[in-house]
């Protein structure tokens, strides 16, 4: 008797999430997908920068078949701090931070729809060999030009799905 009631109340709880849609419904034809492979990646300054817009464009570029819509610009601020010390007054670890600060403008009007910020940041061991330690500190930094590149694409994704409701909702009227 116990599990009937609580499925039925699991149930009844499921029934209010009836308003959740599929962010990438509707596959390659679904507004989102559309708006993603609409958007065209402006060049971004240095080394982070290049894996950056690399990560962008391989998420955007999945089967783009439209002229670009949107443009995306990014300004990414990389740094590295040293956190912990050694007694000999050396750096033992350091964390690398890489944020973006990016804008997404309608190619038709020069209008900013989006302006947002993304950001990751990962720890690095500093250890004896300077060749190991830049060698982290590369692999971090692709790891994070990866990680930022993903919440760039979801954040444009969602608000791609916004203006889809939006707009579906208008015509309704």
Do not use: H
Not at 76 to 100: H, K
Request: hydrophobic share 45%; charged share 25%; glycine share 10%.
């Amino acid at each position: 008797m116990k599990r009937g009631a609580l499925l039925a109340a699991m149930a009844l709880a499921l029934s209010g999430c009836g308003g959740l849609r599929p962010l990438y419904g509707g596959g390659a034809a679904g507004p989102v997908q559309s708006a993603l492979a609409a958007v065209e990646v402006a060049p971004i300054e240095g080394k982070a920068g290049w894996l950056v817009a690399n990560a962008l464009k391989d998420r955007f570029d999945a089967g783009r078949s439209e002229a670009p819509r949107y443009r995306i610009e990014v300004k990414l601020d990389d740094q590295i701090a040293g956190l912990g010390v050694r007694r000999d007054d050396s750096v033992a670890r350091e964390r690398r931070t890489l944020r973006a600060r990016y804008q997404l403008i309608d190619l038709s009007n020069g209008a900013v729809v989006l302006d947002a910020t993304a950001g990751s940041d990962a720890g690095i061991d500093v250890v004896g060999s300077e060749y190991a330690t830049i060698a982290a500190e590369n692999t971090a930094l692709e790891r994070l030009s990866g990680i930022v590149a993903d919440q760039i694409v979801a954040r444009i994704a969602r608000f791609a799905q916004a203006t889809a409701r939006e707009s579906g909702a208008a015509s309704a009227q």
